[in-house]
């Protein structure tokens, strides 16, 4: 898990091929003109999920874990959103097998910890980063950037 602002993105470059222009792409998007749904940036390597939400209460958020994706999650607008954060490989209470077509599988697992983004920062959950995103109170707009590994 990193979290830090946009404005250092380019210190992740070398986390992944993809991510230098995962990051060109944010920096290069006018967000306020860009409908919630998914777009696909550079194809099926890199797209987005623009969503609007609700947060919700620490014990309705749910870790999940992705195989084929590095997440980079964006808060657009709102105040701020909460992670809870845990090692994959402590995580012992699977809700069900890992969902291939959708690169997901949910636990049950109390998070280890949690963290706060701010509009300007932004989040890289790697395959080995169990996450509980939606955190805290009021409505979020955020990007996630799906970057294959």
Do not use: C
Request: aromatic share 8%.
């Amino acid at each position: 898990m990193i979290l830090d602002s946009l404005k250092n993105s380019a210190l992740y470059y070398g986390v992944s091929p993809r991510l230098q222009k995962a990051f060109e792409l944010i920096a290069s998007i006018d967000w306020t003109k860009m409908e919630p749904g998914i777009h696909e940036l550079d194809g099926k390597e890199i797209y987005v999920n623009v969503m609007e939400r609700e947060l919700k209460q620490k014990k309705d958020a749910k870790l999940e874990v992705h195989n084929e994706y590095i997440d980079i999650q964006v808060l657009l607008a709102g105040v701020s959103e909460s992670f809870g954060w845990s090692e994959r490989k402590d995580l012992v209470q699977p809700q069900s097998e890992f969902n291939a077509e959708k690169d997901i599988q949910l636990f049950d697992d109390e998070p280890q910890t949690y963290y706060t983004l701010r509009p300007g920062q932004f989040t890289i959950l790697l395959p080995e980063d169990g996450h509980a995103p939606l955190v805290g109170e009021g409505k979020v707009r955020k990007a996630i950037v799906k970057v294959r590994l």
